[in-house]
């Protein structure tokens, strides 16, 4: 009788280089910062807009109407192009939190979730919010020196970017709705631009948390096995 075949041995994630990491890292962090001055550009002409929409209930004219309409259309393209940049980003945070917990795991630490949710985490609606949190928050916990100061920027950059990039755009898909200048379009305007600005700061605050969080990366050392 055949012997069945050994099983096959458990592979362990490999220790990835500092380099190829930190320029995952590295374009993660310019990209948001690209993004937030496409976001500010959202948000001043959205506020602009809105000055327009206020004035068009008290005094209406065919020419001022025409005004915000234009700078509407100029909102909308920073808001095109802060979609183009989204993609990107996105797949970069895949593979950056993929390729980071494997650098983990290598180096003798633990994730709370499975290696795999690391991808797969990003992909399943409305959890995606708090498991990739979960994910970016183990790798914040590697350095206690820096584990407070990271906390907040992660908390800053991420719940705000949801909630500022959700907001923004039902505000904005509200606004573009209306089919009269009155006091609601105004304040869905007005709300538009402040949510804007949430998001925006998101970016910054996400510029900044990635920075920090490449030198936690770099600090990691690979596990010694006996």
């Given at each position: ?130 498991l990739c949190f ?21 908390n800053l950059w ?50 900044l948390f990635f ?16």
């Amino acid at each position: 009788m055949p012997m069945p075949p050994p099983p096959s041995p458990i592979t362990t994630p490999t220790f990835t280089p500092t380099g190829g990491l930190s320029k995952l890292n590295s374009a993660i962090w310019v990209l948001l910062l690209v993004s937030a001055v496409a976001g500010l550009g959202e948000t001043l002409f959205a506020f602009l807009r809105s000055l327009v929409a206020f004035s068009l209930i008290e005094d209406f004219s065919y020419d001022t109407a025409d005004s915000a309409i234009i700078l509407d259309d100029i909102s909308s393209v920073f808001t095109g192009i802060n979609f183009l940049i989204a993609i990107p980003v996105f797949v970069l945070l895949v593979i950056y939190s993929h390729q980071f917990s494997q650098k983990v795991i290598a180096s003798g630490h633990k994730m709370t979730l499975p290696l795999g949710m690391s991808i797969g985490s990003w992909f399943i609606p409305l959890a995606n919010a708090v498991l990739c949190f979960i994910i970016f928050f183990d790798f914040v916990k590697l350095s206690m020196a820096t584990k407070k100061k990271n906390f907040l920027l992660l908390n800053l950059w991420w719940w705000m970017w949801i909630a500022g990039v959700h907001l923004s755009l039902a505000f904005n898909s509200a606004f573009g709705e209306t089919e009269t200048w009155d006091g609601v379009t105004a304040g869905l305007s007005v709300l538009n631009g402040l949510s804007s600005l949430v998001a925006t700061a998101a970016m910054v605050c996400g510029a900044l948390f990635f920075r920090e969080l490449r030198q936690v990366e770099m600090n990691l050392q690979p596990a010694v096995t006996p």
